[in-house]
């Protein structure tokens, strides 16, 4: 254990602990001095007496941008030094063979060791970044809004470059694009941070990962469609370019898919659009509305004309069957452009259907049984 930069203050007490004090740091003592050594405040005050020494020996050889290196991810709990010397055997086992290189197993050996100590950094006992954070009383550590959902940019990049779907890459290979990187001053966070990462990103954005298997053969992972197109819907700065209904434009001026003839018209019963509101009520299609001249129709077809909601109705049939009893139906499945429907404005809808009442005062719901006749028996409700 390294005590160089910290002063024993006490000698523990009842309870054996010895007390540390950072000469470094302006920080509480601690019994710990492997946890406080990883501390960001710790390692960024650490590598200013680092460079300081270096400017003295070698002031003339100093790379005056070394103070723009990334440090934003400066503690990977989860992964530690064995991890990597672990990595980096498995890529020398896997990637040199003894039949196509000149190297001497010594000098590999030493290379292997060299880059190793490179790229070791003191171990927190396996504990995850976030974990570490909160028990060092770190609370949104390095949080930037410019790079949100994503906690710091670092974490983004890791995420682009360990992919998704069907460009995933493997945890061997992103260790050691990592290892290189640094090379450059560029700290990517560990394996686990961004796979947690991913996890909480597509639990914030309520994405489900659906794992299938391709006609290759291979496993591939795709996002839920009803997930992404939830999203989309109430998302405000996507919302304003979606279209709800069909728009009948007579053929001109055609620019986009609201306006295709297949949408108005073509699509059957249950694949149409089959509501609108007005107001605060809503009107259904195959469905029993008021008028505002009194009369009871029954919308077969939304759709919008020149910026304005319109509905293809039809008339409604009613035959009595008793004081109590009425019996109502339709001219049966009808086509847009057929001479038994009618076209009027969404605003001259006056009642739902479950606000109409028949001559005697009582609802037309009730009086019907809820059921509508036509080529087919419609339950209403």
Known sequence: MDTKYFRQITEGGTTGDIMWKCILCNSRATTNIQKHSVS????????????????????????????????????????????????????????????????????????????SDAFSEPSTD???????????GISNHRISSSWFPFKNK?????????????????????????????????????????????SQLLKKTHCKEKMSVSIMGNSITTVSIQGLLTQELGNPLVKKYLEFYPEESKGENIYKFSQSAKWLHQYP??????????????????????????????????????????????????????SSELQISISGDLDFYASDLKEIKAQDFLKSYIKIKAHDGRLLADKCRNILLGIFLLKLI
Not at 126 to 136: D, I, L, M, T, V
Not at 181 to 196: A, E, G, H, I
């Open 40 to 115: 960001v405040q710790h390692k960024a005050q650490l590598r200013n007496i680092q460079k300081k020494q270096l400017e003295q020996k070698h002031p003339s050889n100093i790379d005056r941008t070394s103070s723009n290196m990334v440090i934003e991810n400066d503690s990977d709990c989860e992964e530690g030094v064995e991890e990597e010397e672990c990595s980096i055997k498995e890529y020398s086992k896997d990637n040199m063979d003894d039949s196509e290189t000149s190297w001497s197993s010594e000098y590999s050996d030493s290379l292997n060791n060299n880059i």
């Open 269 to 322: 019963r249950d694949l149409r659009v089959q509501m609108i509101k007005v107001g605060d009520k809503s009107y259904y299609i195959y469905e029993p509305a008021q008028l505002k001249d009194g009369n009871v129709v029954v919308p077969i077809y939304f759709y919008i004309k020149g910026g304005i909601m319109f509905s293809n109705v039809c008339k409604l049939n009613v035959f009595v069957l008793s």
């Open 154 to 198: 670092e974490i983004m990049i890791g995420c682009l470059i360990s992919g998704c779907t069907r460009s995933l890459m493997s945890r061997k290979m992103y260790n050691h694009i990592r290892q290189v990187l640094r090379l450059c001053d560029v700290d990517l966070p560990s394996w686990k941070t961004v796979q947690s990462a991913k």
């Open 126 to 136: 396996g504990k995850s970044e976030e974990c570490f954070y909160q028990e060092s």
